[in-house]
């Protein structure tokens, strides 16, 4: 069992650039999460897909962030035209689902962006 | 919508002291209720849950009751040691969505 993995680990971006962060959940999940944790917070919910299913996303995500799941395995997460406030742990987290029920989510290391 | 509500930190402590660290909800419906730990360096790791009213989840010497009364799901220990030293984040869960509502986080700092 391999866990959660993404990459990159760090990121550093001048504003206005484009930044795509990738998430590999394990690999039995078919729930994929994506959070936003700023410093001294709680993670934030952004996302999180059913298989490729992008079922619910938070007003967090501007219309600058998309996130895809093509083929209901790995997620990427883009963010176009980068702002300073978007700096910040990118966490993912990927759990199963089953029925009604849904089973606890396993965080991956996440990714830091820092936009200069 | 929801939302948990837990100390501030940080909380310094010397080892083998007794541990709590308060956690309250708000939620509509009936959240399971989580605490995580972030371990310097590491990513989120699940410590323990709660799944309906009374239950007490445990772990590693931790444990918390889930108090539907009182909206609360407490962290305790009953001697803490300096490998515990870390984050701890208390989140609830509701809806078809299960997205976890997090608190802001406690840090706990443990000395000889």
């Known amino acids: 069992d391999t866990g959660v993995s993404q990459n990159p680990r760090h990121k550093i971006t001048k504003r206005g650039q484009n930044v795509t962060f990738r998430c590999d959940p394990i690999?039995?999940?078919?729930?994929l999460y994506w959070y936003r944790q700023t410093l001294g917070q709680g993670p934030e919910f952004l996302t999180y897909f059913q298989n490729e299913a992008q079922l619910e996303k938070s007003r967090l995500l501007s219309d600058r962030f998309s996130a895809e799941r093509p083929k209901g395995s790995f997620s990427t997460l883009e963010i176009q035209r980068t702002e300073q406030g978007d700096s910040a742990m990118y966490l993912c987290?990927?759990?199963?689902?089953?029925?009604?029920?849904?089973?606890?989510?396993?965080f991956g290391p996440g990714t830091r962006l820092t936009v200069t | 919508g929801d939302s948990v509500t837990q100390m501030e930190g940080p909380v310094t402590l010397s080892e083998e002291a007794f541990l709590t660290i308060n956690c309250t909800y708000t939620?509509?419906?009936?959240?399971?209720l989580f605490w995580y730990v972030q371990y310097p360096g590491e990513g989120l790791q699940l410590l323990l849950k709660a799944t309906k009213a009374d239950d007490k989840g445990s772990n590693k010497g931790f444990e918390a009751t889930y108090r539907k009364e009182t909206t609360s799901f407490h962290l305790e220990k009953g001697s803490v040691q300096v490998s515990d030293s870390a984050v701890y984040f208390c989140a609830s869960n509701t809806g078809t969505a299960s997205k976890l509502t997090f608190g802001t986080g406690t840090r706990l700092q443990v000395t000889l």
């Open positions: 690999s039995e999940h078919n729930r």
């Open positions: 939620a509509t419906g009936y959240p399971s």
């Open positions: 987290a990927s759990s199963l689902a089953w029925g009604l029920a849904v089973y606890e989510q396993y």
